[in-house]
Nanobody
Framework: QVQLVESGGGLVQAGGSLRLSCVAS????????MGWFRQTPGKEREFVAG???????LYADSVKGRFTISRDNAKNTVYLQMNSLRPEDTAVYYC?????????????????WGQGTQVTVSS
């Protein structure tokens, strides 16, 4: 089963940047669709960005133009570069295997959740 370890979160002021990393073991990220998701207390986990095995990119409307998902196959790692951060981006961010339909990605049943990484954006 795939194991995913997220890192790179932290506290940043509005307008700042962070880069999140997701290191995978047990699956090769270049052969699957990977997604980033986020969750705030009391809310369901929501889709943020996805990269398919064929390098198609998808973004939630709320992050389009500010976030960039990428993949380093040699390191079996997926990244999320987050620029122009806003207080509403505050959440725990997770990566997972994903299935994308239309302009939305959903967590794959064959994936698993890591511990996530906390991103806090102050105003």
């Amino acid at each position: 089963q795939v194991q995913l370890v997220e890192s790179g979160g932290g506290l940043v002021q509005a307008g700042g940047s962070l880069r999140l990393s997701c290191v995978a073991s047990g699956r090769t990220v270049s052969s699957v669709t990977m997604g980033w998701f986020r969750q705030t207390p009391g809310k369901e986990r929501e889709f943020v960005a996805g990269v398919s095995w064929s390098d198609s990119l998808l973004y939630a409307d709320s992050v389009k133009g500010r976030f960039t998902i990428s993949r380093d196959n040699a390191k079996n790692t997926v990244y999320l570069q987050m620029n122009s951060l806003r207080p509403e981006d505050t959440a725990v961010y997770y990566c997972n295997l994903a299935n994308c339909i239309g302009n939305m990605c959903y967590p794959s049943r064959s994936g698993s959740w890591g511990q996530g990484t906390q991103v806090t954006v102050s105003s």
